[in-house]
């Protein structure tokens, strides 16, 4: 395969395997191989050897011309991968079909255009590579060419294997101007789509059919009777925290539309929250009772999805272990019964106790997913470790997020923060084995809670290690924001992505987090 106009048309390569054949030897031979090949045809078919042939000895001439020189080489073999998919005068078949677009241009010149246009007098080019009229030119070869072969490589006369390169005056302008109208249409569909209250994105929705799904098999099971079980998948939507006098509760609702009213109905042991036209959110018994001297104080949201009660205890001064009946000490509460400290390797919960605890007083069960603490007229504690659904299913017998046989628990003697006598139980909770997989491939960090993308944001990564302290909606600092308000202080958990936060109490309106110091701004506004 040469490089002149003659040496391209005469090729007769439908394989584009004519070369090696010629010289007799495989695609994948070395450059000292087509060589000594050469050599060998060359004295068998010179025109001065017995037996020999002119025309023979040309077409040993041709192949080793192609395949003795890199470049030519490279491009013949290029060539040879593609040949099937274009029409080269004579190798490859021409492509049917070029009446319709034909007809179809016409068309469109007659309907756009204004054009009073006679099919049977027009002179129609087509392309030289595929058969299909042609609409434009190559600026390289002057070839005349169809738009789907601009896409393809092609080559003509003294012209080598090239792309098409075309002239379209304005076409780029032409494009840009459609790419910027279709981002303003998606951004003015995106800004309406948020100026509708009733706008729900995919996960809202999906949300919305979750919460729904949970709330209808619960009243197929209990039927329109108060709850006296704990269920996470209902329980996830509000959280609670108290002061010497109120108990707060903060509620998602993930049914609330702004249109559409949210029912609240409490009387002294029993609290009903239910939108319109939806199942209720909650519907429980409350674990200590409350007071009918004083008012309740409700605030809903603008959009009627987050919800906050303000309910006064019937005994001031008295601290509940749990906001509904059934519940485990602590769950769904702003500060849990114990201090929690992890790190790659570690979990650590702390409690304190009264000193009259014994150890036979303890029950501690370090379960494969979960943890139950049981003290004796105490404590009576269940919580679920998160765990790393892919990489469960991934190897379901192998995956565990707590190594059973290192995990252990032991009760101390110890001080109370104003120097009182008391117990200390600690549970150590120690991480599994790295696996291969982690050390290998993710640089030795754990697929584990604290490397969690949360809700999809890769900016805040972590998940807290127990599942019924996860705070998804965003009600923690509702909660902080309403007892800072009556007291003056309020208890800040640690966030997972804070690596070096700490759960403390706060006093200071300019140590609170970001986003409680604006729920405060909000309900101080309100009251004014």
Same mark, same amino acid.
């Given at each position: ?7 391209? !048309? ?41 037996? #020999? ?14 395949? %003795? ?37 016409? *068309? =469109? ?8 246009? /006679?099919?049977? @007098? ?34 003509? %006369? ?9 002239? =379209? ?18 951004? !003015?569909?995106?800004?309406?789509? $948020? ?11 999906? *949300? ?8 209808? *098999? ?24 108290? +002061? ?10 993930? @049914? #609330? ?9 409490? +009387? ?39 919800? @906050? ?11 509940? =272990?749990?906001?509904?009946?059934? /519940? ?16 790659? !390797? ?25 943890? +139950?603490?049981?003290? +004796?007229?105490?404590?009576? $504690? ?23 046989? *290192? ?15 008391? =117990? ?31 809700? #999809? ?40 992505? !804070? ?30």
């Amino acid at each position: 395969m040469g490089t002149t106009g003659a040496a391209w !048309d005469d090729v007769e390569d439908l394989e584009g395997t004519l070369h090696y054949e010629v010289l007799g030897i495989d695609r994948r031979a070395t450059a000292e191989e087509v060589r000594r090949a050469f050599r060998e045809k060359a004295r068998l078919h010179h025109p001065d050897k017995p037996g #020999g042939s002119a025309e023979k000895f040309a077409e040993v001439k041709r192949a080793y011309e192609t395949l %003795g020189n890199e470049e030519r080489r490279r491009v013949y073999d290029t060539w040879q991968k593609s040949v099937e998919f274009r029409h080269v005068r004579g190798v490859a078949s021409r492509f049917e079909g070029g009446e319709d677009l034909m007809l179809d241009e016409f *068309e =469109k010149r007659i309907t756009l255009d204004g054009l009073e246009v /006679d099919p049977r @007098t027009q002179l129609v080019v087509v392309c030289e590579v595929c058969g299909r009229p042609a609409t434009t030119q190559c600026w390289t070869c002057k070839m005349d060419i169809c738009e789907f072969c601009t896409l393809k490589r092609h080559w003509k %006369g003294e012209f080598g294997l090239h792309w098409p390169l075309v002239n =379209k005056p304005g076409h780029m302008l032409e494009q840009l101007g459609r790419k910027e109208m279709e981002k303003k249409r998606i951004e !003015d569909a995106r800004r309406l789509e $948020l100026e509708d209250p009733n706008f729900r994105s995919d996960s809202e929705l999906k *949300e919305i059919r979750n919460f729904k799904d949970a709330a209808y *098999e619960l009243i197929q099971d209990l039927g329109d009777g108060v709850r006296v079980t704990f269920d996470l998948r209902m329980a996830r939507y509000y959280m609670w925290a108290q +002061t010497s006098s109120c108990v707060y509760i903060a509620v998602y609702v993930p @049914t #609330g539309y702004q249109d559409q009213e949210v029912f609240f109905e409490c +009387t002294a042991h029993e609290v009903r929250l239910q939108p319109e036209n939806s199942p209720p959110v909650v519907h429980r018994m409350l674990d200590g009772a409350i007071s009918s001297e004083f008012p309740i104080q409700v605030r809903r949201s603008d959009d009627r999805r987050i919800f @906050t009660a303000a309910l006064p205890k019937a005994a001031p001064g008295e601290a509940w =272990k749990r906001l509904f009946r059934g /519940d485990p000490d602590g769950a769904r509460c702003l500060e849990t019964p114990y201090t929690i400290a992890e790190d790659a !390797d570690n979990v650590i919960l702390e409690f304190r106790l009264p000193f009259w605890i014994e150890a036979g007083d303890v029950r501690v069960d370090i379960g494969p997913r979960a943890l +139950t603490v049981s003290v +004796t007229n105490e404590l009576s $504690l269940h919580k679920t470790y998160w765990r790393n659904k892919e990489e469960e299913k991934r190897s379901p017998r192998e995956y565990e997020v707590v190594d059973l046989q *290192e995990s252990m628990w032991c009760l101390d003697e110890d001080e109370d923060e104003g120097g009182e006598p008391c =117990k200390c139980l600690l549970v150590n909770l120690v991480k599994p084995p790295l696996t291969e997989s982690e050390i290998m491939w993710k640089k030795r960090r754990r697929n584990d809670n604290l490397n969690a993308e949360r809700n #999809g944001d890769r900016t805040k990564k972590g998940c807290r290690f127990f599942v019924e302290d996860e705070d998804e909606f965003q009600l923690e600092p509702l909660l902080q924001g309403l007892c800072f308000m009556e007291t003056g202080s309020t208890y800040v958990p640690k966030k997972p992505w !804070d690596s070096r936060g700490i759960s403390k109490t706060v006093s200071d309106v300019d140590l609170l987090p970001e986003d409680t110091r604006g729920v405060l701004e909000s309900l101080l506004d309100l009251q004014e």
